[in-house]
T-cell receptor
Framework: AQRVTQPEKLLSVFKGAPVELKCNYS??????LFWYVQYSRQRLQLLLR??SRESIKGFTADLNKGETSFHLKKPFAQEEDSAMYYC????????????FGKGTLLTVNP | EADIYQTPRYLVIGTGKKITLECSQT?????MYWYQQDPGMELHLIHY???????EKGDLSSESTVSRIRTEHFPLTLESARPSHTSQYLC??????????FGPGTRLTVT
């Protein structure tokens, strides 16, 4: 069975500090991995996906198959980054369900 | 503009009432989903559909039912609302690369 673990429920950093939100997964195949973000009073939205290897709002995430991790990183956190972040996995193929982690609430303090 | 819509956004209703939460998408997606989420908490998949006339129960048992008569429409119904149904309900659809797009949600309160 596939599983996504976000070990930190809460993460607090100061503005300008680096931030890393951890995501570990368990899946024996080659997963599709995503980060979603939910700002206060806004809908859940896709932040980035590993297959596109893009940087969105200064965030990047690298898939490490050896460590089965997909940590989200930003070198300099901004106050507007404060939000709930969810890591999600799809096993691909004919399985069209996403498995979500429980989420990490990031607070960036001024 | 392609989007996913949910109505109502907020609903306060008494115990025992029948309710239908609406979800429509103009993204042309076949696959649609309903999640239950308490604010700031994890998402629980309660129903999904891979196309017209196809519906399945999700990982979390729910007393709600769904239908999929049209590709763009995926309503969720509770025949008899109870306080334990108080939660936020999120509708989503899936794109070609397994990414999901979410609606704004319906916040349901059953008194």
């Amino acid at each position: 069975a596939q599983r996504v673990t976000q070990p930190e429920k809460l993460l607090s950093v100061f503005k300008g500090a680096p931030v890393e939100l951890k995501c570990n997964y368990s899946y024996s195949g080659s997963p599709e991995l995503f980060w979603y973000v939910q700002y206060s009073r806004q809908r859940l939205q896709l932040l980035l996906r590993h297959i596109s290897r893009e940087s969105i709002k200064g965030f990047t995430a690298d898939l490490n198959k050896g460590e089965t991790s997909f940590h989200l990183k930003k070198p300099f956190a901004q106050e507007e980054d404060s939000a709930m972040y969810y890591c999600a996995l799809s096993s691909g193929g004919s399985n069209y369900k996403l498995t979500f982690g429980k989420g990490t609430l990031l607070t960036v303090n001024p | 503009e392609a989007d996913i819509y949910q109505t109502p956004r907020y609903l306060v209703i008494g115990t025992g009432k029948k309710i239908t939460l609406e979800c429509s998408q103009t993204m042309g997606h076949d696959k649609m989903y309903w999640y239950q989420q308490d604010p700031g908490m994890e998402l629980h998949l309660i129903h999904y559909s891979y196309g017209v006339n196809s519906t399945e129960k999700g990982d979390l048992s729910s007393e709600s039912t769904v239908s999929r008569i049209r590709t763009e429409h995926f309503p969720l119904t509770l025949e008899s609302a109870r306080p334990s149904h108080t939660s936020q309900y999120l509708c989503a659809s899936m794109g070609l690369s397994y990414e999901q797009y979410f609606g704004p949600g319906t916040r349901l309160t059953v008194t």
